[in-house]
């Protein structure tokens, strides 16, 4: 046999795959985190490090603690939210508006995007002051900032979107006769939903950081104000205590995008 | 319903796509458009069905028709035009949402049209999960659930592998033996053309002019027998001398844009 006469001088070939692909490793992130706190923790407990300038884990989350009990905690974080909510609402409303219209119609696209190529490169923060003169120091001038903020990406990522909705699908529509406002709904509007989310993710963060420039502006109250005067008085723990709030703010915001994507976006 | 194609042209800026087309399509036949590809027949069908305006000419319709139709001209896509976010049965509930047809008429007619394309058990399935053809298959329920007058098929089984293109073909024949709905089928594939057609209309390239409109004679059900088939294979040379040099031109030509795929 064949083998038989090749015997000895036979070799493997050589694997050259492997690699480039990522498995899940889920206790790595834990371990990793769990061991930077206990390394912050030890060199402020050492005395390496001055607990004013790096506060130690356990001192943020005591203050944290006395927050919470104090009350102070919940006003803090429902202004805030009530803000958020708020502005984040508009500016998305008034967004997906403007973004359908220069999606659809010829006129409102060529008014819109030399308007909106303008207009959403200013950090909308620079705007306060003037928001300020026109509605008050009160919440409307923050809530608009952050609408503002929100309302151009939330355009951009709409019009994209019904750009990306295939041609051929809006065609299959009138080919049944579809009345428009059928096809708008039941074609155009999921069609262009996975790019309105990608807004959504963007905006929810841009909102978060507009709402902690106004409230450092001009607030008695929200996790941006405690932030600030925290700061201004060297209570570095409390300090971090606010940025821990405005962490898990994010995080929670990220996590309930996500599961909307995962309900709305079931069908890819 | 008969539809008569008079003196129809039509041009993309400055490409002509089609020059003077006349043809009629008689009422329950299966009429095959043939020819090079970017030769405007999916141009000529679109017109056919009303979703394209041609330069110049008109497509005309006499008879009524039939009761309980939807939408008389009803196309099928290469590319199958399924609204992925949709089920089966929502696709094929689509067309039939804003006509506001009682409940149970629109259950009825959708399961009806499920149970004969094979469709009734991946009607919660989402086109994702569908090969090619069974995706094709959804294509063709959603056109016969309203009852189409004339379906207008554009390239239908292109898109699919050879033999799921064998299987689509045969299961499409057997629904078409019962009901002889009229058929415009748009194909660059000589044996599709010889497989399904009453008459097989051939395209020359662009410009598309008509270069002859050739009567199979023989029925659908008998092609696959023996007896068949030296008829069939003369036409087939006949038609492919037709269409051959056509073809190696067309190859040759640079697509513009506008031209493809439309």
Redesign the interface.
């Known amino acids: 046999m064949a083998s038989q006469a090749l015997e000895g001088r036979l070799r493997e070939v050589p694997f050259r795959g492997g690699g480039f692909v990522l498995v899940r490793r889920r206790g790595a992130a834990v371990i990793f985190f769990a061991g930077l706190i206990a390394v912050w923790e030890l060199a402020v407990r050492s005395g390496s490090v001055s607990p004013l300038f790096l506060p130690a884990p356990t001192s943020v989350v005591h203050a944290l603690y006395d927050l919470a009990v104090s009350g102070a905690l919940w006003r803090h974080i429902s202004d805030s939210l009530f803000r958020l909510v708020f502005g984040w609402t508009l500016g998305t409303a008034a967004g997906l508006v403007a973004g359908f219209a220069m999606g659809i119609w010829s006129i409102p696209r060529a008014i819109g995007v030399p308007f909106v190529s303008a207009l959403f490169p200013i950090p909308k923060i620079a705007l306060l002051p003037l928001l300020i003169l026109w509605f008050g120091i009160g919440e409307a001038s923050k809530v608009a900032t952050i609408a503002l903020g929100v309302f151009f990406p939330t355009t951009i990522a709409t019009y994209s979107g019904i750009d990306g909705v295939p041609r051929n699908l809006i065609r299959m529509g009138q080919s049944f006769d579809l009345p428009w406002h059928v096809i708008l709904k039941n074609i155009v509007l999921p069609g262009a939903m996975p790019g309105i989310l990608a807004g959504f993710r963007i905006t929810a963060s841009i909102a978060l950081i507009l709402l902690v420039a106004a409230e450092m502006i001009g607030a008695q109250y929200g996790i941006g104000a405690f932030i600030l005067s925290a700061g201004n008085l060297m209570q570095t723990d409390q300090l971090l205590a606010g940025v821990v709030l405005l962490s898990v703010l994010g995080l929670v915001i990220g996590a309930g995008l996500s599961r909307l994507e995962r309900w709305l976006l079931r069908w890819r | 319903m008969e539809l008569l194609v008079e003196g129809v042209s039509h041009r993309y800026g400055d490409i002509a796509a089609l020059e003077n087309i006349n043809l009629m399509v008689r009422e329950g036949e299966i009429l095959a458009l043939i020819g090079p590809s970017g030769c405007g027949k999916s141009t000529l069908l679109g017109i056919v069905?009303g979703?394209l305006k041609p330069t110049s000419g008109r497509v005309l319709v006499s008879g009524e028709p039939p009761t309980g139709s939807l939408?008389p001209?009803?196309?099928v896509?290469q590319?199958f035009?399924l609204?992925?976010?949709?089920t089966v049965e929502g696709n094929v509930a689509?067309?039939l949402?804003?006509h506001g047809l009682p409940e149970s008429e629109r259950r009825a007619r959708i399961a009806d049209v499920l149970a004969r394309t094979g469709l009734t058990e991946f009607r919660n399935a989402?086109p994702?999960q569908l090969s090619g053809g069974m995706r094709q298959r959804v294509g063709i329920a959603r056109a016969l659930v309203?009852r189409p007058a004339m379906l207008l098929m554009d390239e239908p089984l292109s898109a699919l592998d050879a033999q799921t293109r064998e299987l689509l073909m045969e299961d499409f024949l057997a629904l078409w033996l019962k009901e002889r709905i009229t058929v415009v089928y748009v194909t660059h594939n000589l044996d599709e053309a010889l497989r399904l057609a009453d008459r097989v209309a051939i395209l020359s390239r662009r410009p598309g002019r008509l270069r002859d409109v050739v009567t199979v004679g023989v029925a659908q059900a008998e092609r696959t027998q023996p007896a068949a088939q030296m008829r069939l294979a003369a036409l087939h040379d006949q038609l492919w001398r037709l269409i051959k040099a056509e073809a190696q031109v067309a190859e040759r030509e640079v697509i513009e844009d506008g031209i493809a795929g439309t």
């Open positions: 069905g979703i939408n001209f009803t196309y896509f590319d035009a609204l992925p976010w949709r689509l067309p949402e804003h989402f994702k309203v």
